[in-house]
Each structure stands twice: as structure tokens, then as C-alpha cells.
């Protein structure tokens, strides 16, 4: 069965107290609305349709950012859940799957759960998640009898012993497009809220001679975020269970509370990784490698074998091949490093290619920027850039060269060559203990006057 998502992600979300949709807040590096989608691909969805008001043109520009193929509708005003999947029906008119109701700011849907759901579906119509929270709060409430789901109650709406009810609606519901839709748009708005809830599609459903129920989940899985402490907490459960997940994939984390993953990173087993390491989105480290304390690495790939740190910055397009090595307060940005190449002190590599086994002396720079444009640089292999070396780009070094101690490199240096540009050394013996002994009779002259 072919299933559409409908992610809802109108609602400006006060409690957020921010000029940004809350759904473009971020956990693990990327917005809630991508991760909100990402769970609901575990259906392989034909179909993806976000329904954004608040902040839609931002929330546009962040689905193309993380190359969403999601359509964005609009709901010019949040008049409530069901008025907000109807904004859907145009879009999705010619569907004859299932559609899936997602929330946008609810994030950590397991795949397993919607395979539950989707299961629950072949035998009744409407398929509603639940949950049991330790505070069941303000949530709306299930009312069951046996395995059917009755109707969904509001909080708001729900007399005393509705509201004693533990088992509470996480928003999320399955059912087919058109019946969706159809019953979406019988919804009224006679409620205490005055909007048009989404939850009211059972009762209207049953009344048809409809079938509903309820599959249930863990809480954690439903945690919704509407405020800067929920975002917090959030990250903190993403960062726990991928900590986990590493650990249980065969990558060693000397001190894992410290480690910070992406959403996107991908670590290859017998990896070390020491404390205080982050990282940003995109990065891919192989089998084999080691990354040391207080290192940050963004959009790139470190191959097996290779050591990083520790404080080190990896930016993005940087590619370390096997063997590289990389040390403290090094920084490379958009750069491919080839096999065994090494970088280890005090040095900004940026725009450059830097070939197999070749050594970058400690301080070295490659000035990629004029100031208006980015300039390459392009060193061989087997090369020998001394200390200090400023490499002024555009510039390339050919295989087995050596830049001399303090160069700066303005000219291609060809193949096998020696090139020195700096001021020739001069030695003045004697100078030093004469003019030592004339700045000092000068201060002694000074004081005397003082007194
Ligand atoms: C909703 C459910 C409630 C459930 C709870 C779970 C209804 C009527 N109630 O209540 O049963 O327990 O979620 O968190 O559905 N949205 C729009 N447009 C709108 C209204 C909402 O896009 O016009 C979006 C919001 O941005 C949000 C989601 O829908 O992502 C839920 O809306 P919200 O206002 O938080 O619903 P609740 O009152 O929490
Ligand atoms: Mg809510």
C-alpha cells in the first residue's frame, strides 16, 4: 500500500519565543520538521506534503536546504489541526493511498511504530497513535472499548472521568487519503477551543459505521517540542540513545556524555572517539579511525586509519584519505588530503589539494582569500613545506619539492625544487652587546634626572 505523509507545521509556536517557525529549530543539527519527515520515511512515503503558515517561505527554504522533495502547502490560518490537514486534500486529490498525519515538531517516531500502524490498518479504517504519559496533562484522551477507538476527547472538552482516561492522542493518525479527507471536512468548530480538531474525524467515523483503534507507544517517542527546555531536552535524548547506538556499533567513545552527533553522522566500527568531540552535519568517519579530544568536524569524510586532533577543525569538503594525520589547532577547510599526508600543528589548509606522504610544516597557511575571491592551492605528493611557509594563492608546488622555514610562496614551485623567499640573515658580531650596553646607560641617565 502506497502511503502519503501530511506533516502539520502551521502553528507559530509561542512558547518558543523566537522570530523562527518552531519547527525549524534545531536538534542534532537539523530542523525538527526534517526530522519529523525522515520517521515518517520509514514508510517509504509516494508522497510528502508539509502544510506550513507561520514562517512558510523559511520553512520552504529549509526543506530545499536539506534537499526535501516535500510539496509545501499553506494554511494562511491556524483554525486547528483538521483545518490544517484539509489544506492538504487539493494536493493529494488524485492519492488512493493511505495518508499518515505526522506533527512537525514531534521528531523521534520510530519506524517500528508506524509499521504497527500500518499492520493495525488492514483491519480497521482509522489508525490513531497513542501513548500513556507519566503526566497525561493537557493531552487529548483516547476513549477505547476493548480495541475499538470511540472518540477522541480534548482536554479542554473532556468531563472529570474523561479526564481520568491515562491513554493520551500523540496526534499522529492513519487512515486512507480520500476517507481522510472526506471526513476532515465534516468537522465543525463547536467546541471549547472554537477550532476545527482533528481528533473529531473518529467520532464522525464510527457514527458512518467506520472502524478505529489505537496503537500505543512509548512516550519518548511522542515527545513534542514547544519550548527552548523541550528543545533542550530533545537534543539530550537524540544525543542518548545515538551515544548508545555507537557504543553498540563497535565504536569505542572514551567518555560518551561528552560526545555530540549529528542527525546525518555516520562512524565506522573500531573508531576511537576521545571526549569533547562534536559533530556538525555530514560527516562520515571510516572503519578505523581515531579522533582525538575537543575536535569539530563538519561536512566531511575521514578516512580509515586516520588520526584527527586533538583540537582539531574539520570543515566542510574537507576529505582525509587513509593515514592522514591532522593535529592540534589545525584547521582545513574544503581541502582533499591524500594518503598518509600530515598536517600537525598550527596551520589553516583551505581551497587545497595536498598529495600522498607529503609534510606540512607547523604554521603553515595556505592564504586562500584576496579578499574578494578564493584562490587554490596545490601541493604533490612527497613535499616538504617548512614551518611558517605562507602560501599565497592561487599557487601549486610540484611533487618532492621543499619550501624553506618562513617562505612566502607567491610563484609555482616545479617538481624537486628548493624555494626560499624570505630576507637573507645577517650577523653583526658584537652589535647586540654594544647597543645592550647603550640603552642601559640611557635608562640609568633617566632615573638620575628623576630623582
Ligand atoms: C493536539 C491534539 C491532541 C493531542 C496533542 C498531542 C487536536 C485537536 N488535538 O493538541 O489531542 O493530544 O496534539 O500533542 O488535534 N497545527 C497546524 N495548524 C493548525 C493547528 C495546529 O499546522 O491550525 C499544527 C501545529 O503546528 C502542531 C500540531 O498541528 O505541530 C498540533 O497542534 P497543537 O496546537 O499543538 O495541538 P494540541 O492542542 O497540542
Ligand atoms: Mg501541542
Not at 218 to 231: A, F, I, M, W
Not at 308 to 325: M, N, S
Request: charge should be negative; charged fraction near 20%.
Amino acid at each position: 500500500m502506497s502511503v502519503a505523509l501530511i506533516v502539520l507545521a502551521a502553528g507559530k509556536g509561542t512558547r518558543m519565543h523566537s522570530d523562527q517557525p518552531k519547527v525549524l529549530h534545531e536538534v542534532a543539527g537539523a530542523p525538527l520538521l526534517v526530522h519529523a519527515i525522515a520517521a515518517g520515511e520509514a514508510l517509504d512515503p509516494a508522497r510528502t506534503v508539509v502544510v506550513a503558515g507561520h514562517g512558510a517561505d523559511a520553512v520552504r527554504a529549509a526543506l530545499a536546504a536539506h534537499d526535501s522533495v516535500a510539496q509545501v502547502v499553506i494554511q494562511a490560518e491556524q483554525r486547528g489541526t483538521a483545518h490544517a490537514v484539509a489544506q492538504a486534500a487539493d494536493t493529494l486529490g488524485d492519492f488512493d493511498g493511505d495518508a499518515l498525519v505526522l506533527y512537525g515538531d514531534t521528531p523521534f517516531i520510530r519506524p517500528e511504530t508506524l509499521g504497527r500502524m500500518m499492520e493495525a490498518r488492514r483491519h480497521h479504517d482509522i489508525v490513531v497513535l497513542g501513548f500513556a504519559p507519566e503526566e497525561p496533562g493537557r493531552y487529548g484522551r483516547l476513549v477505547m472499548q476493548g480495541e475499538s477507538l470511540i472518540r477522541i476527547v480534548e482536554f479542554k472538552d473532556a468531563s472529570d472521568s474523561e479526564r481520568a482516561i491515562g491513554l493520551c492522542n500523540s496526534g499522529v493518525v492513519m487512515a486512507p487519503a480520500g476517507l481522510l479527507f472526506d471526513l476532515v471536512a465534516e468537522v465543525g468548530r463547536d467546541n471549547a477551543a472554537g477550532e476545527y480538531y482533528l481528533t473529531d474525524i473518529v467520532g464522525i467515523a464510527r457514527a458512518r459505521g467506520l472502524k478505529a483503534t489505537a496503537v500505543t507507544c512509548d512516550e519518548s517517542e511522542t515527545l513534542g517540542v514547544n519550548s527552548r527546555t523541550e528543545l533542550a531536552a530533545a537534543e539530550a535524548a537524540f544525543q542518548a540513545r545515538t551515544r548508545a547506538e555507537a557504543l553498540e556499533t563497535g565504536i569505542t567513545l572514551t567518555a560518551p556524555e561528552t560526545v555530540h552527533f549529528a542527525r546525518d553522522t555516520v562512524v565506522g566500527r573500531d573508531t576511537v572517539i576521545e571526549p569533547y568531540v562534536v559533530f556538525g552535519p555530514g560527516v562520515t568517519v571510516e572503519s578505523g579511525a581515531h579522533i582525538r579530544a575537543f575536535s569539530h568536524l563538519e561536512g566531511c569524510h575521514v578516512s580509515r586509519g586516520a588520526v584527527v586532533g586533538p583540537y582539531a577543525r574539520l570543515r566542510p569538503g574537507t576529505e582525509l584519505a587513509e593515514d592522514v594525520r591532522i593535529g592540534n589547532f589545525v584547521e582545513v577547510k574544503n581541502a582533499i588530503l591524500d594518503e598518509g599526508a600530515k598536517v600537525n600543528h598550527l596551520s589553516y589548509i583551505g581551497d587545497a589539494a595536498i598529495g600522498a606522504n607529503t609534510n606540512i610544516g607547523a604554521g603553515t597557511i595556505t592564504c586562500n582569500y584576496d579578499g574578494v575571491n578564493k584562490h587554490r592551492t596545490t601541493i604533490g605528493a612527497d613535499v616538504f613545506i617548512g614551518s611558517d611557509t605562507m602560501l599565497v594563492a592561487p599557487v601549486r608546488v610540484g611533487d618532492g619539492a621543499m619550501t624553506g622555514s618562513g617562505s612566502v610562496i607567491t610563484r609555482d614551485v616545479e617538481a624537486g625544487a628548493l624555494a626560499v623567499a624570505r630576507a637573507r640573515q645577517e650577523v653583526k658580531p658584537g652589535f647586540a652587546a654594544r647597543l645592550f650596553a647603550r640603552l642601559r646607560a640611557a635608562k640609568d641617565t633617566r632615573n638620575e634626572g628623576e630623582r
